[in-house]
Nanobody, 114 residues
Framework: QVQLVESGGGLVQPGGSLRLSCQAS????????MSWYRQAPGKQRGLVAS???????NYADSVKGRFTISRDNAKNTVYLQMNSLKPEETAVYSC????????WGQGNQVTLSS
């Protein structure tokens, strides 16, 4: 059974930091392109960042320089380090894995509030 289990979300003040984790099981994790998406209330889900099996990264323009995606293949885990968070980045953050098939995590709420 394939599972992508996210953790690390929560409430944070604007300007603060959070690190999201997504641990995969049931897949050959090292072969997968792993991504983080987010969906804010009333908006479409959009790509935040992705990382290939070779650790090449790609970021949405809005997060470049503030967010960092990384992976630990030994732990089957992908991370998203988010710094200098903005109020408009309140959203459900989901991890996504793609190789021959694709899989989604359950989503993790990140709320920006002072």
């Amino acid at each position: 059974q394939v599972q992508l289990v996210e953790s690390g979300g929560g409430l944070v003040q604007p300007g603060g930091s959070l690190r999201l984790s997504c641990q995969a099981s049931g897949i050959a994790f090292n072969l997968y392109i792993m991504s983080w998406y987010r969906q804010a209330p009333g908006k479409q889900r959009g790509l935040v960042a992705s990382i290939t099996s070779g650790a090449s990264t790609n970021y949405a323009d809005s997060v470049k320089g503030r967010f960092t995606i990384s992976r630990d293949n030994a732990k089957n885990t992908v991370y998203l380090q988010m710094n200098s968070l903005k109020p408009e980045e309140t959203a459900v953050y989901s991890c996504y894995g793609r190789w021959k098939k694709d899989y989604w995590g359950q989503g993790n709420q990140v709320t920006l509030s002072s």
